[in-house]
């Protein structure tokens, strides 16, 4: 069954950082964008950053310099390394896989058919 799994939350202090890792199991047919959203309490899921099978990458404005997206297309696991961590990106971030419609895959949820259950990071001041 295709899914994904992601690993590597863990609570830090401000300013510290963190990799996130996301294992896509049960396929062979990888879908060509995969993504990285991020849910805090009482708050909508928003999109964190996204890597295409074009090499494309992209990243949402509040994360843009800290965080990076890579992914071993061999294996295709996703990661996200994130540095100088703030408390506002305390959330569970969870990856998903969706279709590609360009060059950059696009940002919106319903892009993405395939979700992780996700891993919490938490940053204290």
């Known amino acids: 069954q295709e899914r994904l799994v992601e690993s590597g939350g863990d609570s830090v202090q401000t300013g510290g950082s963190l990799k996130l890792r996301c294992d896509y199991l049960g396929t062979s047919s990888y879908r060509p964008c995969m993504g990285w959203f991020r849910q805090a309490p009482g708050k909508e899921r928003e999109w964190v950053s996204s890597?295409?099978?074009?090499?494309?990458?992209n990243y949402a404005d509040s994360v843009k310099g800290r965080f990076t997206i890579s992914k071993d297309s061999a294996t295709n696991t996703l990661f996200l390394q994130m540095t100088s961590l703030r408390p506002e990106d305390t959330a569970l971030y969870s990856c998903?896989?969706?279709?590609?419609?360009?060059?950059?895959?696009?940002?919106?949820?319903?892009?993405?058919?395939?979700w992780g259950r996700g891993t919490q990071v938490t940053v204290s001041s």
């Open positions: 890597i295409a099978t074009t090499g494309g990458t």
């Open positions: 998903a896989a969706g279709t590609l419609w360009g060059y950059l895959c696009r940002t919106g949820a319903a892009d993405y058919e395939v």
